[in-house]
């Protein structure tokens, strides 16, 4: 049984930046292909970005892609997002999520383990 935290959420101006972290118990975190998802008010929760189980592919939404960064070290246990050029329509609570299969996955449905989410705010 794997437990994800999130942590680094927040309230940012538009333009600003954030860093989401996820912390998953237990010892076998490299073994997991990880995301990020969001749900904004009103919105199913949608897609942002993956990781595979050792870094080497990664996916993204397009409206995140060159904004977002996702990264991993599993050697500290710990799955990062990097949000840079923050928009209104970036605000939201973002979710970390966890699978075991391989691929980098855009489909909640894919993932077996999450987090209770953080909010990120941005403001005008």
């Known amino acids: 049984q794997v437990q994800l935290v999130e942590s680094g959420g927040g309230l940012v101006q538009a333009g600003g930046s954030l860093r989401l972290s996820c912390a998953p118990s237990?010892?076998?975190?490299?073994?997991?292909?990880m995301g990020w998802f969001r749900q904004a008010p009103g919105k199913e929760r949608e897609f942002v970005a993956a990781?595979?189980?050792?870094?080497?592919?990664?996916n993204y939404e397009d409206s995140v892609r060159g904004r977002f960064t996702i990264s991993r070290d599993n050697a500290k246990n710990t799955m990062n997002l990097q949000m840079n050029s923050l928009k209104l329509e970036d605000t939201a609570v973002y979710y970390c999520?966890?699978?075991?299969?391989?691929?980098?996955?855009?489909?909640?449905?894919?993932?077996?383990?999450w987090g209770q989410g953080t909010q990120v705010t941005v403001s005008s």
């Open positions: 999520a966890a699978h075991t299969g391989v691929v980098a996955s855009s489909s909640a449905r894919t993932y077996d383990y």
């Open positions: 237990g010892p076998t975190f490299s073994l997991y292909t």
């Open positions: 990781i595979s189980w050792r870094g080497g592919l990664t």
